[in-house]
């Protein structure tokens, strides 16, 4: 059977050189072959005890400094406590409602205040309250597959060259020459992004109108925080069986169907 078209590779850079959000991997092998593969509703588990933190530390410091507020004016502290109040039970109410979006799979809020806006910074926020636990890993493969469930729902659609897919430089040979065989059958142009700093530059330089990404979770959810907030985008995470930045794999049929779900 004849080969399909490939697409053409904009860069391509195979050295090893790890990030810097793999800065304490020791050279050893990770957990279960790299694979963290996790189910949604471990995000929202997570994300409702960064919330409690994160809400209880603002609530110390408010405690800690109402004596000296109660002498710049002796009704600033109780004001202050009530706008915690309000903006607590506002955050609890907004996190229902997403995790009720996500259950449902119907978009019940706006993009701006769901995978475009503020679960951006929630994301982030539990990943780092995960990895005090050792769970970071786990945590933002749940989180991702929550965001791509919540863009999904859009059903955006966008022509061929108004696609970019985005692929990090540690793709094994065989799931390279997937990738490449997967963008040329939809015209999709592909870039090896080396660095966050150039994925960025590319993305303003060619001003695609959504965005397929593949990257490991550490780095997605760095991105996604960089980037989602400012055009669509559909995070693809992968399994590093030889560690960091080598010979990573991925499910080629997802990326393959997310791809059919963008491009008209």
């Known amino acids: 059977m004849a080969e399909g078209p490939r697409a053409q590779l904009i860069h391509i850079d195979v050295d090893r050189r790890l ?38 530390l603002v609530a110390l410091v408010l405690y800690l400094l109402t004596p ?35 259950e449902i799979e119907r978009p019940l809020l706006p993009e701006w205040l769901a995978e475009r806006g503020p679960f951006l910074g929630l994301m982030r926020l539990t990943s780092r309250v995960a990895d005090r636990f050792g769970r970071r890993d786990w945590v933002e493969n749940a989180a991702v597959k929550v965001y791509n469930n919540l863009a999904l729902m859009r059903g955006r659609k966008v022509g061929q060259g108004e696609l970019l897919l985005l ?33 960025r530059r590319v993305i303003r330089e060619r001003r695609p109108r959504a965005v397929v ?42 990326l393959e169907r997310w791809v059919q779900a963008y491009v008209v």
């Open 19 to 56: 990030g810097h959000e793999w800065d304490e991997w020791d050279g050893g092998p990770l957990p279960y072959q790299g694979n963290y593969d996790s189910p949604p509703a471990l995000f929202f588990a997570w994300s409702a005890l960064a919330l409690a933190i994160g809400l209880g």
């Open 68 to 102: 000296r507020l109660g002498t710049v004016h002796a009704g600033l502290p109780a004001l202050l406590w009530s706008a915690l109040l309000l903006g607590g039970s506002v955050l609890w109410i907004w996190w229902g409602v997403l995790l009720l979006s996500h």
């Open 167 to 199: 692929i990090p430089r540690c793709l094994s040979k065989v799931t390279l020459d997937g990738v490449l065989g997967i963008a040329g059958k939809y015209g999709v142009p592909v870039f090896v992004a080396t660095r966050g700093q150039l994925a």
């Open 213 to 254: 990404a593949v990257a490991c979770e550490r780095d997605m959810v760095s991105g996604l925080h960089d980037v989602a907030g400012k055009i669509p985008v559909l995070g693809l995470t992968m399994t590093l069986p030889a560690g960091p930045c080598k010979d990573a794999s991925l499910d080629l049929g997802q």
